[in-house]
């Protein structure tokens, strides 16, 4: 019963939370200088045409107007139609969306698989000189700006060795019968290596430096020392004991993650020539194409606030102990 | 006689003013603004500013430098015509602008001042003779003489202080494609339709593998939605004219066209052209094409076919007949409008007519044209592959053109050097990083091209004390255009006096750069001339002038 009260209170949380981004993000687009088709209205247009294109996109009505169709048409699922593009934003992101999502996934994979296990390794290996030596260098990945990492690996792997391709998803003109035969080629994990490298490096220290510390809370836990005490092998406690309990945080902060690594994705997108939601989402921006910026901050929005919700859930599920009175 | 006697007299008058100011001078002037464009986005343009701003300062002015981005800064220009002093704007060069039509007239014609492109509001009844008289001309020489005429009108005029015709620079790889076989089109340089068909593979690649930063936005032959995908419809979609590689027009998919009086152009159109599904091209989907764009389906395109009375159809020969004589029509609207399949089309703007969308918005899943590349494959925002037309009349001797979009110019350049591309399609990077690349290469050859767009101050004509030629003049004259050209644009660009650029050679005329003369003694020689004072390092306006702005 509780559990049930609990699951729809958060649902209202979300819901409202969801307002808001969508009524900040409304407002936000509106409170910018100049009229919002300005770059889109071709100077040599006459008045009329300015203002049918105007009608056209439903600018030439009130913004409490605006406002409520745009919320109208939210609970549709209807995005709008970009400035730019003249297309439905919804079909715009969602063409996008797998390349970002598969980029951000196998990232994060590589990047919490190392965590994990190193994290556990380091942890195991408290006070030694590989620690010493480790700890510092994860700091060091951590604190790299994404672009610079990016523009690095992509002039030695690419520029100078010649190992990996500079950008894009496939070869110049490569055909696929469809976007799953593009995702396992040989080709696309090529294309892939040095974008999801970069986003490796810079999210690995999380997991890491998460799982040392767990581990180290974990191993002078009771447990442990009995596993110990019954004359377990170093191994067996480490990996079955130990491990298991502390990777549980781990675990819900991958949810977390997720939501921040499409941030992330932007500056790695524009970089590797990825086409992914994050580029489209600066050049959205930048170019002042009001409908796709806006949709494309709401699939993030929801993407984190989602993640969120998972990590909750997943947090209560893992560890009975966490109750959600 | 007369004109004497008022010089005399006025210079009596100076003397009389020299002698008696401060009393007899006018208002000082107040502090005058100039819009630029932010350094990030716009670097030339903000540099220029910058160095025009200490110019102008130098002559007791007291400058202040706007600087917006440019939504701000085109709502201010075009919509509150009456609230800004002088900004920085610039016009992009298009195949179609190898006419001087639209420049001459658009941008200085009286009567777009209140809502058009002569957002200057500059006002000159014998200016707007010549600009009239040379949209009815249609004999090319004679036509010259009036666009000369026009420029010289400008440069005594200085409605606009011009700075420079920048360079476009681009690259491509020498070992893939035979140098002899690039074209250079004059005023937009070696990345055009004309290389696009003449790239001669030397080996086996035979693909030309080009970048844009900016992604394609749609592929619509009825939409103008920009840059680079102009690139590609222009391959995948014929014209009945093409503008030429020296910037004249030339007859493409018309076998030949003749005025027949001033009002009247016969076109013959070539046989046996078939577009990419197969079908015969007819006289009828020409007539279509230049029907579509009148149809209020396609507003950007309909400037073009506004001024056709009608058009008929005689075997293969379709004539133009038009409203008003207009000279600029077989370049600006025969070399600009794409012909497009009736078969395809008719349906789809049928069916828009009943909706509120317009053809703007119509993406086709495969769009049909004649043109010498067909259209293959689009993936969204990453590339578009072209295959090239064999049965073309003017077939491309490379297999395929395939478009990457990279936004990283460093990778662009890494891409080039490595072989993932072979042609540099756009490099906004400093052009010395890709000239020394190239030599560093060896395999890379390099070629710039003076555009046919240009760089310019716009002057606020309706305010003082901008409505004074003599001012103006002082303002342009301030400013040695070899340091905009040097310091701004590191030398790939070249002066500007002209609103024709020195590429479009039939166009340019010489004489206005050659007699510009410019250096602060100049300016400030110009302006003590025209009357106005300096007192204490600030500028005066002439006589008793008392300064009033038109609210």
């Known amino acids: 019963m509780s559990h049930l009260k609990a699951v729809a209170s958060r649902t209202l949380q979300l819901a409202l939370v969801l307002w808001a981004v969508v009524t900040i993000l409304f407002l936000m687009f509106r409170l910018m200088p100049g009229n919002p088709m300005a770059a889109y209205i071709d100077p040599t247009f006459t008045v009329e045409q300015q203002q049918a294109l105007m009608a056209q996109f439903g600018l030439d009505k009130p913004l409490w107007e605006q406002y409520f169709i745009y919320l109208g048409n939210l609970l549709q699922g209807e995005l709008g139609q970009s400035f730019r593009y003249r297309e439905p934003v919804a079909e715009r992101i969602f063409a996008l969306l797998p390349n970002t999502l598969i980029l951000t996934f196998s990232s994060l994979f590589v990047a919490y698989a190392f965590g994990i296990l190193a994290g556990a390794y380091l942890a195991w290996r408290r006070g030694s000189a590989v620690e010493n030596a480790a700890i510092p260098l994860v700091l060091m990945t951590r604190a790299m700006p994404e672009f610079w990492l990016g523009m690095v690996l992509l002039a030695v792997f690419s520029f100078w060795l010649g190992w990996f391709p500079a950008g894009g998803t496939r070869p110049a003109g490569a055909d696929y019968d469809s976007l799953w035969a593009l995702y396992t080629s040989r080709d696309f994990l090529s294309y892939l290596a040095l974008p999801a490298l970069t986003l490796a490096i810079y999210s690995q220290g999380l997991p890491l430096l998460l799982m040392r510390s767990n581990m180290l809370d974990v191993m002078k836990e009771d447990f442990v020392t009995m596993a110990r005490i019954k004359g377990l092998s170093n191994w067996t406690v480490v990996v079955r004991h130990a491990a298991r309990n502390a990777l549980l945080p781990v675990m819900t902060s991958f949810a977390i993650a997720v939501g921040y690594q499409l941030q992330g994705n932007v500056v790695v997108e524009s970089i590797f020539s990825w086409p992914g939601l994050g580029r489209e989402l600066v050049n959205a921006v930048s170019a002042s194409d009001y409908p796709l910026a806006q949709g494309a901050f709401l699939m993030i929005a929801v993407v984190v606030i989602l993640m969120n919700l998972i990590a909750d859930m997943l947090y209560a599920l893992l560890d009975p102990r966490i109750s959600h009175a | ?551």
């Not at chain 2, 343009?45 to 706007?66: D, H």
């Not at chain 2, 149809?295 to 058009?311: D, K, L, R, T, V």
């Not at chain 2, 002057?459 to 905009?484: C, G, H, K, M, T």
């Open chain 2, 1 to 551: 006689m007369k004109s004497t006697c008022r010089a005399v007299m006025a210079t009596a008058f100076l003397a009389l003013a020299a002698a008696a100011s401060p009393a007899m001078a006018g208002d000082p002037i107040r502090t005058i603004e100039i819009l630029s464009r932010p350094q990030a986005s716009q670097p030339q343009e903000f540099q220029s500013i910058q160095l025009i701003a200490q110019e102008w300062r130098k002559l007791g002015l007291t400058v202040n430098v706007r600087v917006m981005p440019w939504e701000q800064m085109s709502d201010v220009v075009w919509y509150q015509r009456a609230d800004w002093d002088s900004t920085a704007w610039q016009m992009v060069g298009r195949p179609e602008r190898s006419d001087p039509d639209e420049i001459i007239y658009n941008l200085f014609h009286s009567s777009t001042a209140e809502k058009g492109y002569n957002f200057i509001g500059y006002q000159n009844p014998e200016y707007d003779a010549v600009a009239e008289a040379q949209r009815g001309e249609i004999d090319p020489e004679k036509r010259k003489a009036m666009v000369f005429e026009a420029q010289e009108l400008l440069a005594r005029d200085q409605p606009n202080m011009m700075l420079v015709h920048p360079k476009q620079t681009f690259a491509f790889d020498k070992t893939v494609w035979k140098p002899e076989s690039i074209v250079d089109q004059s005023g937009i340089g070696i990345r055009n339709t004309w290389t696009f068909m003449a790239l001669e593979p030397l080996g086996e690649k035979k693909d030309i593998v080009l970048n844009s930063s900016d992604n394609v936005k749609a592929i619509n032959p009825l939409y103008i939605s920009g840059g680079v995908d102009s690139w590609v419809f222009e391959l995948v979609y014929d014209r009945l004219i093409r503008v030429g590689p020296d910037g004249l027009p030339k007859a493409w998919a018309a076998e030949s066209y003749e005025w027949k009086g001033d009002k009247t152009v016969a076109v013959k159109l070539r046989e046996g052209m078939k577009w990419h599904d197969g079908k015969p091209v007819t006289p009828e989907d020409v007539k279509f094409s230049f029907e579509a764009i009148v149809s209020g389906e396609a507003p950007m395109y309909a400037p073009f076919g506004s001024n056709i009375e009608s058009i008929a159809i005689d075997g293969q020969v379709i004539t133009f007949t038009l409203k008003k004589p207009a000279a600029s029509f077989v370049t600006s609207s025969l070399a600009k409008v794409n012909l497009i399949p009736k078969h395809v089309w008719e349906p789809i703007i049928e069916d828009l007519k009943t909706k509120e969308a317009n053809a703007e918005s119509y993406q086709e899943k495969t769009p049909i044209g004649s043109g010498p590349y067909k259209f293959e494959r689009w993936l969204t925002n990453e590339e578009i592959v072209l295959s090239a037309n064999k049965e073309h009349f003017n077939a491309p001797k490379a297999d395929r053109w395939i478009l990457r979009i990279v936004p990283n110019v460093e990778a662009a350049l890494g891409m080039l050097r490595s072989g993932e591309l072979n042609f540099l399609g756009e490099f906004s990077g400093d052009p010395k990083v890709l000239i020394d690349a190239a030599k560093q290469d060896g395999d890379l050859e390099v070629v710039s091209t003076v555009e046919m767009g240009f760089r310019y101050v716009a002057f606020n004509e309706r305010r003082p004390p901008f409505n004074d030629v003599a001012f103006r003049r002082a303002l342009s004259a301030a400013v040695d255009r070899r340091l905009i050209v040097n310091a701004a644009y590191r030398g790939f660009a070249v002066p500007s006096n002209s609103v024709i650029s020195p590429s479009l050679e039939f166009w340019y005329d010489p004489k206005t750069l050659a007699e510009l003369k410019t250096g602060h003694d100049v300016a400030a020689g110009m302006l003590e001339e025209a009357g106005y004072t300096l007192d204490g390092g600030k500028l005066h306006y002439p006589g008793d002038t008392k300064e009033t702005l038109a609210k």
